[in-house]
């Protein structure tokens, strides 16, 4: 049954696009978050997405349950963020070019591992109906909500009181922060980088693993167009703080589902442009936050990205 | 020759840049080696493979040839800016609009046949890539934005454009299947080198090598460059155009970007369409590092990889490996080459000042 709400259509799809399209950028720079919190840069998280996008999916259709394959998902954005972590460490190094490499190699190796998967179908994640007072169809599919999407407010605040309120924050950002004040109170520098920059690595599994169990809900190679990558620009525009990172995912989650949004109207004219109404709104808001004379607010001391 | 010749002293440290990506290389190739050995897989298979289809005939040579030239084209737009320490990846965006914009000249002006009209179709493609990356080192002067991943978002952004147009406003009605522009006449196409079956693109690929490398060696322009990379302060303080040379850079290599996708578009497809965003811009990252942003050791570099991803379809067919097998090959040696700047200054055969250590010396310069 549909019932015709003319175009209020629109603000609501893209409210319930928001929602739907939002949590892996919102996984993605939660881990970016972590990982830039901590002094280190990676750019290489476009193919930890996609890579944890295909390792879910496959482990999901091999072993029926979907919260395995985002664990498999996880498992495997870790073993990525260790490799970044270990290669980011030698001396000379540049973290940036390694996390173009990474970006790359992640991108083959799912499209080399994910080729037998992409005609099976696997298990989707569950949802909770907050919609189900209504009886109007389309706010009943905008306020479908993903559980992981839950999980990933939780984790922002975890992460956000984490930074503010623990010992475990203080390092992480005194290690961000300052290499020779973290050496002073003795602090292991390369080995929280390493851990938190595996970790971040898991989060963009995580993300990965909801692009291809939920939505849009199946595995194939152009699964991801660059949402791993607006992730790690959110975070400056987030201005590395885990709840900014929150809303700026819902921002870019709601220009996300602006072109299909359109399209269900029949405004198909210009589709590709509206398409590309995410990166668009990246760059201005990459030009807008960005300075060309002074450090960031609130950006981690050490981080290269910065300086 | 005693160890202290001058000679022998000069030739260690100059092999060091030559030895140190090639054991990278190696490297590389023997970890996927291992990663198709892990997939019971032969390697000797795959690089007989490759060698055949790559490298092991004429025709095969036409094929990587062919494949190079874009691949050459495409890693000046990241050998480019990197002179000056910026990492731009995002060539594919202006290699998809420089053959949009090459098709769009063949369409409104369809007198413009010969070599005045392909230089004139060169230019425009030339032009669209200038502006599309010459935009990315812009917002890097004026405004500190990251140039990395504006490059790539722009690559994003100019594929999306590149689709609207194709199939919007330029489409030919005819192409029902894939949305394609109108296709170039024959006067309008770029033929192929006298007696070979090779297009002229490789050509304009090799002398943008070394144009390219002119320009860094032996002018004021390249010299700049050189510094403003060292350390950007210093070159302000010297009085050096930062901005002009960011700006100049990156407009550049886009504009060698934007003339492969001309040649794509005048020599390959004949129209712009889709199979333009094919991954050149990104094959063109690797390229650039492995040669160390060296103009003139693109080129071999190119064609080595341009024969591997020649070799790509019989490999996928023989050995039954998915396409993205090549991926993961060049993941590999890209990964490796990264890893291999670390071992600079370390190894001591490429280091005279650390062949003598003896207690003598040591205490001379302590």
Request: aromatic residues 10%.
């Amino acid at each position: 049954m549909t019932t015709d709400i003319g175009l209020w259509g629109v603000p609501l799809a893209i409210i319930g696009g928001a929602i739907r399209v939002s949590t892996p950028f919102l996984f993605v720079s939660l881990g970016e978050c972590l990982t830039e919190r901590s002094g280190r840069i990676n750019l290489g998280l476009e193919g930890t997405l996609v890579f944890g996008a295909m390792s879910g999916y496959a482990t999901a259709y091999l072993t029926g349950s979907p919260w395995l394959g985002v664990l498999a998902a996880a498992i495997c954005g870790f073993g990525f963020g260790l490799v970044h972590g270990w290669i980011c460490a030698l001396p000379r190094v540049n973290d940036i070019a390694v996390g173009i490499a990474l970006m790359l190699f992640g991108m083959g190796l799912a499209f080399f591992f994910g080729k037998p998967f992409i005609q099976p179908v696997a298990p989707d994640l569950p949802t909770i109906n907050l919609g189900a007072w209504s009886d109007i169809p389309q706010i009943q599919a905008a306020l479908k909500i993903n559980v992981l999407f839950i999980i990933g407010i939780v984790l922002a605040v975890t992460m956000a009181w984490m930074f503010r309120n623990t010992q475990l924050g203080l390092t992480i950002r005194v290690v961000g922060d300052s290499d020779a004040a973290a050496r002073a109170m003795g602090l292991k520098t390369n080995r929280i980088r390493f851990l938190s920059t595996a970790c971040g690595g898991a989060l963009a599994g995580i993300g990965g693993a909801y692009l291809s169990l939920y939505y849009p809900g199946s595995w194939n190679e152009g699964l991801s167009s660059g949402q791993g990558l607006m992730a790690v620009a959110l975070v400056i525009f987030a201005r590395w703080n885990p709840l900014n990172c929150f809303w700026a995912a819902l921002l870019f989650g709601g220009a996300g589902a602006l072109g299909p949004a359109l399209q269900s109207i029949g405004i198909t004219q210009g589709y590709y442009l509206f398409y590309a109404a995410p990166y668009v709104l990246t760059l201005a808001l990459l030009i807008a936050t960005s300075s060309p004379s002074k450090a960031l607010t609130g950006a981690p001391g050490a981080l290269s990205i910065t300086r | 020759m005693p160890l202290d010749s001058p000679l022998l002293q000069h030739l260690a440290r100059r092999s060091e840049a030559i030895a140190i990506p090639l054991i990278a290389l190696a490297a590389g190739f023997i970890l996927f080696a291992l990663f198709l050995l892990l997939q019971g897989q032969s390697p000797a298979n795959y690089f007989a493979l490759v060698y055949k289809a790559g490298f092991g005939t004429a025709f095969s040579w036409q094929n990587t040839l062919t494949r190079a030239s874009p691949l050459i084209l495409a890693a000046l737009c990241v050998a480019l800016p990197a002179r000056l320490g910026l990492i731009v990846i995002g060539g594919e965006g202006a290699i998809v609009l420089g053959g949009v914009a090459a098709s769009a000249f063949a369409m409104f002006f369809p007198g413009a046949t010969g070599l005045v009209g392909l230089l004139l179709m060169g230019a425009s493609a030339a032009a669209m890539g200038a502006l599309w990356i010459g935009l990315i080192g812009l917002m890097r002067y004026g405004r500190g934005v990251n140039e990395t991943i504006s490059s790539l978002l722009m690559a994003y952004i100019g594929v999306a454009l590149m689709n609207h147009l194709v199939e919007g406003p330029l489409r030919d009605p005819s192409s029902l299947n894939k949305p394609a522009t109108y296709p170039l006449s024959a006067e309008q196409r770029l033929g192929s080198l006298p007696g070979l079956d090779i297009h002229w693109g490789l050509v304009i690929g090799i002398v943008s090598c070394f144009l390219v490398w002119i320009l860094m060696t032996y002018t004021r322009w390249g010299f700049s460059a050189r510094v403003a990379g060292g350390n950007v302060r210093a070159a302000q303080v010297q009085g050096l155009p930062v901005g002009i040379l960011i700006v100049g850079f990156t407009a550049l290599g886009g504009a060698f970007a934007g003339l492969a996708g001309m040649v794509e578009v005048a020599a390959v497809h004949g129209t712009a369409n889709a199979s333009l965003a094919s991954g050149y811009g990104y094959t063109g990252i690797l390229v650039a590092f492995l040669a160390r942003h060296n103009p003139l050791v693109i080129i071999p570099v190119a064609v080595l990889l341009g024969g591997f991803e020649a070799a790509n379809g019989l490999v996928q067919r023989r050995m039954d490996l998915p396409d993205a097998t090549v991926l993961v090959l060049q993941g590999f040696v890209f990964i490796s080459i990264l890893i291999s700047e670390t071992l600079y200054g370390r190894i001591r055969l490429f280091n005279p000042e650390h062949w003598k250590i003896t207690p003598a010396t040591m205490r001379e310069n302590s």
